[in-house]
């Protein structure tokens, strides 16, 4: 079954970036991220799964109250984008920022983070 672009993201922000069970998680990974994956955000650059699991992991520990939320999901071809908001549940969110997707055969195979300026 292929996915959307739209499904890949939103699965990505919530069982990927949101889940904090680290056997969850890992499935999710394993489903919908290529095996060498490449993530950049504003701390570096990670690859594979095993580094995207210990970014994800870490940024959990430094925020263990925070949510993300959906803001604007949109899908073009191989490509995506989802704006997202993450903060306390219930409070508007105290981070907002830009995932950029490139998938290749289903999953995902690039991702960029795009944390937006503080206001």
Same mark, same amino acid.
């Given at each position: ?8 993201? =939103? =699965? ?7 889940? &904090?069970?680290?056997? #969850? =998680? #890992?499935?999710?990974? *394993? ?6 994956? +490449?993530? $950049?955000? %504003?701390?570096? #650059?990670?690859?594979? =799964? ?13 925020? %263990? ?14 490509? !995506? &984008?989802?704006?997202? !908001?993450?903060?306390? %549940? ?9 995932? +950029?997707?490139?998938? #290749? *055969? !289903?999953?995902?195979?690039?991702? $960029?983070?795009?944390?937006? %300026?503080?206001?």
């Amino acid at each position: 079954m292929t996915q959307t672009i739209e499904t890949l993201l =939103r =699965r990505n922000l919530h069982e990927v970036f949101g889940e &904090r069970d680290a056997a #969850r =998680r #890992r499935h999710a990974i *394993e489903a919908i991220i290529t095996e060498d994956i +490449v993530f $950049y955000d %504003p701390h570096g #650059r990670s690859a594979g =799964r095993d580094a995207l699991d210990a970014a994800v992991a870490t940024l959990q520990a430094q925020f %263990p109250d925070f949510v993300f939320t959906e803001i604007m999901v949109q899908g073009l071809e191989e490509t !995506g &984008r989802l704006h997202w !908001g993450f903060g306390p %549940p219930g409070a508007p969110p105290k981070v907002t920022g830009l995932d +950029v997707v490139l998938v #290749r *055969e !289903g999953k995902i195979a690039a991702l $960029y983070t795009f944390l937006d %300026p503080n206001p």
